[in-house]
């Protein structure tokens, strides 16, 4: 159990460890196979992204990217029936950041799912960290129908009223999510975020918590600058077989019995070269997702964060209760300690009389009365928050571990692939020397 502190009522929890596209949607469908949340109502995909001109907050002309949701009704179209055409709406990448923003808020307990990176990360130097770049908005656009599937398929978050506006309300919607007053809890939560360094007996479970995803982003952001390193050496690879391709066909040209050779082996040379860039393309992919992870990081620290805030909150309502009954201690005794306030004054003016010390014990008793509901209220709490974060951390663990697998087990598939395809390019280039 953790630590009781100075009081029986201060909340404890006991000490537990924590212990490319397609995968990506088999992840989604292993989801939708379980019945989870809008998913079950409507099939929701992210259809493309296209430029968009319109005028920003201090009215001038902007580009942007409106990324296309389409959604429709989950039935079962009968065979040979016309299919529904799908309902569609177009957002920007800053509507996704306001409903993650609403949602965090509302929502304290729940590892909000993250958006992928607003600006390009961990990438190897060639590609372009452009946002309006064709491959770079594509990327995003996978990543925002993961965003977007997640919510949809999570258990609580399929169920918020403004989350079913954003995806079916082309209109109207941003003033509806305005209207909950969420910036208003939001600013006055940050005020108190300083909470977590005055905490006196943190739960070890959320310490436990906060340590393996403190460790978590370590390995994930060593293991993202080790690959964008490694992509930039086999950029280099594949284009010094560009320099055998361009050797092979120029040599060509003086030889007449090995000119054929060396000229089918420069092509096939200069055919392995230039696939690289598709090839480190097709790696971001792999790498994004586990960006996907680096990033959810940040979410489990913010509802750690938000425990300790409770925490905190509830160690202030006990602490104020103590102090209020030692006071009354005092005045029901009659000693007043003597270099307190209350002593001085006693000295100076006199002793208080005995209506006045009457009237002062029955304001305290209803102060510490009201100060002990306050610390029922904080109490319960910070128990309903720890069984709603807990059955969420849960949950989360359970997707990491599937998602991180199946990437990763992607990933080295690809490789093998590729490490194939250089084999096969010098074994054709064999074939070629063997007919010259």
Same mark, same amino acid.
């Given at each position: 159990?953790?630590?009781?502190?100075?009081?029986?009522?201060?909340?404890?929890?006991?000490?537990?460890?924590?212990?490319?596209?397609?995968? @990506?949607?088999?992840?989604? $469908?292993?989801?939708?196979?379980?019945?989870?949340?809008?998913?079950?109502?409507?099939?929701? /995909?992210?259809?493309?992204?296209?430029?968009?001109?319109?005028?920003?907050?201090?009215?001038?002309?902007?580009?942007?990217?409106?990324?296309?949701?389409?959604?429709?009704?989950?039935?079962?179209?009968? =065979?040979?029936?016309?299919?529904?055409?799908?309902?569609?709406?177009?957002?920007?990448?800053?509507?996704?950041?306001?409903?993650?923003?609403?949602?965090?808020?509302?929502?304290?307990?729940?590892?909000?799912?993250?958006?992928?990176?607003?600006?390009?990360?961990?990438?190897?130097? *060639?590609?372009?960290?452009? $946002?309006?770049?064709?491959?770079?908005? &594509?990327?995003? %656009?996978?990543?925002?129908?993961?965003?977007?599937?997640?919510?949809? /398929?999570?258990?609580?978050? #399929?169920?918020?009223?403004?989350?079913?506006?954003?995806?079916? &309300?082309?209109?109207?919607?941003? &003033?509806?999510?305005?209207?909950?007053?969420?910036?208003?809890?939001?600013? #006055?939560?940050?005020? /108190?975020?300083?909470?977590?360094?005055?905490?006196?007996?943190?739960? %070890?479970?959320?310490?436990?918590?906060?340590?393996?995803?403190?460790?978590?982003?370590?390995?994930?952001?060593?293991?993202? %600058?080790?690959?964008? +390193?490694?992509?930039?050496?086999?950029?280099?690879?594949?284009?010094?077989?560009?320099?055998?391709?361009?050797?092979?066909?120029?040599?060509?040209?003086?030889?007449?019995?090995?000119?054929?050779?060396?000229?089918?082996?420069?092509?096939?040379?200069?055919?392995?070269?230039? /696939?690289?860039?598709?090839?480190?393309? =097709?790696? @971001?992919?792999?790498?994004?997702?586990? +960006?996907?992870?680096?990033?959810?990081?940040?979410?489990?620290?913010?509802?750690?964060?938000?425990?300790?805030?409770?925490?905190?909150?509830?160690?202030?309502?006990?602490?104020?209760?103590?102090? *209020?009954?030692?006071? %009354?201690? @005092?005045?029901?005794?009659?000693?007043?300690?003597?270099?307190?306030?209350?002593?001085?004054?006693?000295?100076?003016?006199?002793?208080?009389?005995?209506?006045?010390?009457?009237?002062?014990?029955? !304001?305290?008793?209803?102060?510490?009365?009201?100060?002990?509901?306050?610390?029922?209220? +904080?109490?319960?709490?910070?128990? =309903?928050?720890?069984?709603?974060?807990?059955?969420?951390?849960?949950?989360?663990?359970?997707?990491?571990?599937?998602?991180?697998?199946?990437?990763?087990?992607?990933?080295?598939?690809?490789?093998? #692939?590729?490490?194939? +395809?250089?084999?096969?390019?010098?074994? $054709? !280039?064999? =074939?070629?020397?063997?007919?010259?």
């Amino acid at each position: 159990m953790a630590d009781s502190g100075s009081s029986e009522e201060v909340a404890v929890i006991g000490n537990t460890d924590i212990t490319s596209a397609e995968s @990506e949607n088999n992840s989604i $469908n292993t989801m939708m196979e379980r019945g989870m949340g809008l998913l079950r109502k409507m099939d929701i /995909s992210l259809a493309e992204a296209e430029k968009r001109t319109g005028r920003n907050s201090v009215n001038m002309q902007e580009t942007y990217t409106a990324y296309l949701i389409e959604t429709r009704p989950a039935d079962t179209v009968p =065979e040979g029936a016309m299919s529904v055409v799908p309902d569609s709406l177009g957002r920007r990448y800053s509507e996704f950041e306001l409903l993650r923003t609403y949602l965090l808020v509302t929502y304290p307990y729940i590892i909000i799912p993250p958006l992928p990176e607003k600006r390009a990360e961990f990438v190897w130097h *060639k590609l372009s960290a452009d $946002n309006l770049d064709p491959d770079f908005v &594509e990327r995003r %656009r996978v990543g925002l129908e993961n965003f977007v599937l997640r919510i949809a /398929s999570h258990p609580v978050l #399929s169920n918020d009223k403004i989350v079913f506006l954003f995806l079916t &309300e082309e209109r109207g919607w941003r &003033e509806a999510v305005l209207e909950t007053g969420f910036q208003d809890k939001a600013d #006055s939560r940050l005020k /108190s975020l300083s909470a977590m360094f005055r905490v006196k007996n943190p739960d %070890r479970r959320f310490t436990t918590l906060k340590q393996y995803t403190d460790e978590l982003n370590t390995f994930i952001s060593h293991l993202l %600058r080790v690959r964008a +390193k490694a992509a930039d050496r086999l950029y280099g690879v594949y284009k010094v077989h560009g320099n055998y391709g361009r050797v092979f066909s120029e040599w060509s040209a003086i030889e007449k019995e090995m000119g054929d050779g060396l000229q089918s082996a420069g092509h096939h040379m200069d055919t392995y070269a230039a /696939s690289i860039d598709d090839i480190l393309e =097709e790696e @971001e992919h792999y790498s994004d997702r586990l +960006k996907d992870y680096l990033f959810y990081t940040d979410a489990v620290r913010s509802v750690i964060r938000k425990h300790e805030l409770l925490q905190y909150e509830l160690e202030l309502a006990i602490q104020d209760v103590a102090q *209020k009954k030692h006071q %009354r201690q @005092e005045l029901a005794s009659g000693t007043v300690r003597i270099f307190s306030l209350k002593g001085m004054t006693s000295k100076i003016f006199g002793q208080e009389t005995e209506e006045q010390r009457e009237s002062r014990l029955a !304001a305290l008793e209803q102060s510490i009365q009201d100060g002990e509901e306050l610390v029922k209220d +904080k109490t319960a709490e910070c128990k =309903e928050f720890l069984r709603a974060a807990w059955e969420d951390v849960g949950r989360f663990k359970e997707q990491k571990d599937r998602d991180l697998k199946e990437a990763l087990i992607s990933y080295a598939i690809m490789q093998i #692939s590729m490490c194939k +395809k250089g084999i096969q390019v010098w074994s $054709n !280039a064999k =074939e070629c020397f063997n007919k010259m």
